[in-house]
């Protein structure tokens, strides 16, 4: 079945600290993958995408995201979190079916930032 | 430009109430969804649409209608309101995959925070 894992439900930096959330898909081919940032009470922001070429993508905010294929994952990252950025995190694909698009959500990493 | 607006951003029914969501977007996308969010399970798609007068179900969507007769508005339905209802539901909308790539986001309305009792 075509699904996305977020393995980490909760995770604690130190402000100034380097991050890494991870994520890992499974879908035959290659989908568009996104990160989103969600703050408490808010919606969805994108913070990145991936549809092709360079792996290594920027987003907003200093996140980075790295695709590798043989490993199916597609992680954020960040090399200093700062205090703001404590908010869940939802990696995401989506798949073209005709013409209609599907966004399937992984089920989210709680980030929470030390002073 | 508002973007994608829902509301109300909070309501509290009766079990076997009935009530409409409401979602507007001004940007003329023609693809709009509609998602619930739960503690632990991210968000999952109840029903979506690729234009006016074209609606088709996601993962989760009994219990749930929806309908387009504009580009606009997006409304969804819950005929007899049930306590596993109770969820954040969040309203997204996107150019169609005809669109150019650097298109291909989502864009989220800021939630409406139901409870059903």
């Known amino acids: 079945a075509q699904s996305v894992t977020q393995p980490d439900i909760h995770i604690t930096v130190s402000e100034g600290a380097s991050l890494e959330l991870r994520c890992n898909y499974s879908y035959g081919a290659t989908p568009y993958l996104f990160w989103y940032v969600q703050s408490p009470g808010q919606g969805l922001q994108l913070l990145l995408k991936y549809f092709s070429g360079d792996t290594l993508v920027q987003g907003i905010k200093g996140f980075e995201a790295e695709f590798k294929r043989s490993q199916s994952s597609f992680n954020l990252r960040k090399p200093s979190v700062h205090w703001s950025d404590a908010a869940e995190y939802f990696c995401?694909?989506?798949?073209?079916?005709?013409?209609?698009?599907?966004?399937?959500f992984g089920s989210g990493t709680q980030l929470t930032v030390l002073p | 430009n508002a973007g994608v607006t829902q509301t109300p951003k909070f309501q509290v029914l009766k079990t076997g109430q009935s009530m409409t969501l409401q979602c507007a977007q001004d940007?003329?996308?023609?693809?709009m969804s509609w998602y619930r969010q739960d503690p632990g399970m991210g968000l999952r798609l109840i029903h979506y649409?690729?234009?006016?007068?074209?609606?088709d179900q996601g993962e989760v969507p009994n219990g749930y209608n929806v309908s387009r007769s504009t580009t606009e508005d997006f409304p969804l339905r819950l005929l007899s309101a049930a306590p596993s209802q109770t969820s954040v539901y969040f309203c997204?909308?996107?150019?169609?995959?005809?669109?150019?790539?650097?298109?291909?986001?989502?864009?989220f309305g800021s939630g409406t925070r139901l409870t059903v009792v």
């Open positions: 649409s690729v234009g006016a007068g074209i609606t």
């Open positions: 995401a694909y989506s798949i073209s079916s005709g013409s209609a698009r599907q966004l399937t």
């Open positions: 997204a909308s996107s150019y169609s995959t005809e669109g150019p790539a650097s298109n291909y986001g989502y864009t």
């Open positions: 940007m003329n996308h023609e693809y």
